[in-house]
């Protein structure tokens, strides 16, 4: 087993039994799901706005590198400039020249999932350019010195008042802060740091191939504040974000927003179309779009799981998973989290140091009911385990118990030959090895089902 996945077992037991965080994520999650059950119960016809979200999404994936070139070529012709990233490393070179040939020293940052994959905070820090969060959330866990905790709320694993300690520890705000006083303060800070940045930082929701753009929705205008003041804006965007065409958005943006946070569509819905023009007062005078592959085409190329490549990052089979309502987002030590960053992580990752999370599921299918774009994500992380086993990076305790027990039950006559007494003693190990020290492994009853089923024929025929 590997330290990361050692790292996970450890973790996972200890926030399991953890009732505060455990009361935390309920609540804040049973929230969502009233609001989210509103968004959906707009909708005439639900399945079938997911089946043309899916339908368009496998498209994309079928056309992909057209609907690419296409969108780098309209970009251009908009005044863009478009930067292709192999990895994170390429990405980050690409951000630290801005940033040293414009002598930024403030960038702000919306919200985006892309960025912390990249690590882009720590990045720009070290060569002397503070980066600052805008989003309310990840503020927060900014300030906490932490990393989003889900990919669609990032200070979800905390209440309340665990912000208000925060800030009074932090900025000397009143220890019994309303939501509202906070929120407001959080405003004020962040205003002078939007009319002072000399880089403004967003992720891409959707990336527009036929005019060249790029969609960001969002709820706290803290993107548009980012792309409105600093004189650079730099997209970072993972390149499963393209989409044919802008009118896909009034399928898309809805969809996203019912599902992410239960709107029927979120507050500000942006598209961005370049730098601004000669006769325009408003907006960046140079806009950057970096391309990120860092493992997203060797995912493409997987023939198993390939769909996975279609998600819009809502969140939503976070939110259902009762294995992540369990563990919490921090235990999977990535940026996605969840079923479909326990799909897609391997992948990005390496399955050697990750494949374990494939494993961090019951299977019960409520992700893939959830899902907008119809990902089968049961499926692929059965896909995703068949290959962990496959390359033999299943522990090894966890494998020969696996063969001893393929071997004894596909003999069902030398099975029932075997004394219950002994079968209970065989699999004992399982309550500390595999099964786990909370629970113990089913006995064994005194007779096999085989057993029974013979003598109570016999039984049958006597009378």
């Given at each position: 087993m590997t330290s990361h996945a050692n790292k996970f077992n450890k973790a996972a037991d200890a926030i399991a039994f953890d009732l505060n965080?455990?009361?935390?994520?309920?609540?804040?999650?049973?929230?969502?799901?009233?609001?989210?059950?509103?968004?959906?119960?707009?909708?005439?016809?639900?399945?079938?706005?997911?089946?043309?979200?899916?339908?368009?999404?496998?498209?994309?994936?079928?056309?992909?590198?057209?609907?690419?070139?296409?969108?780098?070529?309209?970009?251009?012709?908009?005044?863009?400039?478009?930067?292709?990233?192999?990895?994170?490393?390429?990405?980050?070179?690409?951000?630290?020249?801005?940033?040293?040939?414009?002598?930024?020293?403030?960038?702000?940052?919306?919200?985006?999932?892309?960025?912390?994959?990249?690590?882009?905070?720590?990045?720009?820090?070290?060569?002397?350019?503070?980066?600052?969060e805008t989003d309310l959330g990840e503020f927060i866990v900014q300030v906490a010195g932490e990393k989003?905790?889900?990919?669609?709320?990032?200070?979800?694993?905390?209440?309340?008042?665990?912000?208000?300690?925060?800030?009074?520890?932090?900025?000397?705000?009143?220890?019994?802060?309303?939501?509202?006083?906070?929120?407001?303060?959080?405003?004020?800070?962040?205003?002078?740091?939007?009319?002072?940045?000399?880089?403004?930082?967003?992720?891409?929701?959707?990336?527009?191939?036929?005019?060249?753009?790029?969609?960001?929705?969002?709820?706290?205008?803290?993107?548009?504040?980012?792309?409105?003041?600093?004189?650079?804006?730099?997209?970072?965007?993972?390149?499963?974000?393209?989409?044919?065409?802008?009118?896909?958005?009034?399928?898309?943006?809805?969809?996203?927003?019912?599902?992410?946070?239960?709107?029927?569509?979120?507050n500000y819905n942006s598209i961005f179309t370049g730098p601004r023009k000669k006769n325009e007062v408003d907006g960046p005078e140079k806009m950057v779009v970096i391309l990120l592959d860092n493992g997203r085409s060797e995912l493409f190329s997987d023939n198993d799981c390939y769909e996975a490549l279609a998600c819009i990052r809502c969140g939503a089979c976070l939110n259902a998973c009762p294995v992540y309502k369990t563990i919490g987002g921090y235990t999977y030590d990535t940026t996605y989290s969840g079923p479909i960053g326990s799909v897609i992580t391997p992948f990005f990752r390496g399955f050697?140091?990750?494949?374990?999370?494939?494993?961090?599921?019951?299977?019960?299918?409520?992700?893939?009911?959830?899902?907008?774009?119809?990902?089968?994500?049961?499926?692929?992380?059965?896909?995703?385990?068949?290959k962990s086993v496959e390359k033999d990076l299943r522990p090894l305790t966890e494998t020969l118990a696996m063969k001893i027990f393929s071997l004894a039950s596909t003999n069902r006559i030398a099975y029932d030959r075997v004394l219950p007494l002994f079968k209970n003693l065989a699999f004992a190990p399982f309550n500390f090895i595999l099964w786990g020290p909370k629970r113990k492994m089913p006995t064994f009853a005194s007779k096999s089902f085989s057993k029974r089923y013979r003598k109570d024929k016999k039984n049958e025929e006597k009378k």
């Open positions: 965080h455990r009361q935390t994520i309920q609540f804040n999650i049973s929230k969502y799901n009233l609001a989210v059950e509103k968004g959906r119960e707009r909708y005439y016809d639900l399945s079938l706005a997911k089946t043309r979200a899916a339908s368009i999404k496998r498209y994309m994936l079928s056309n992909w590198d057209t609907l690419l070139c296409q969108f780098e070529e309209n970009a251009l012709k908009n005044g863009m400039q478009v930067l292709w990233a192999k990895d994170t490393q390429q990405a980050n070179e690409y951000i630290r020249q801005i940033v040293v040939d414009n002598h930024a020293q403030l960038l702000v940052k919306s919200k985006s999932m892309t960025t912390e994959e990249i690590d882009l905070n720590t990045v720009v820090e070290k060569i002397g350019c503070k980066s600052v989003p905790y889900h990919i669609v709320t990032p200070a979800m694993h905390k209440s309340k008042a665990d912000i208000a300690k925060l800030f009074n520890k932090e900025f000397n705000t009143p220890i019994n802060s309303t939501p509202e006083e906070m929120t407001d303060y959080v405003r004020g800070v962040l205003r002078k740091q939007f009319t002072t940045a000399d880089i403004g930082v967003t992720g891409a929701n959707f990336l527009l191939a036929d005019i060249g753009g790029v969609a960001v929705t969002e709820n706290e205008g803290n993107a548009l504040m980012s792309t409105s003041f600093p004189k650079i804006h730099i997209v970072i965007s993972g390149i499963e974000k393209i989409i044919p065409s802008m009118a896909h958005l009034g399928l898309f943006w809805p969809l996203l927003a019912s599902h992410g946070t239960g709107q029927q569509i979120t050697k140091d990750y494949g374990h999370l494939s494993f961090a599921s019951s299977l019960c299918g409520a992700c893939a009911e959830v899902c907008p774009v119809k990902i089968p994500l049961p499926k692929l992380l059965l896909q995703n385990r068949k």
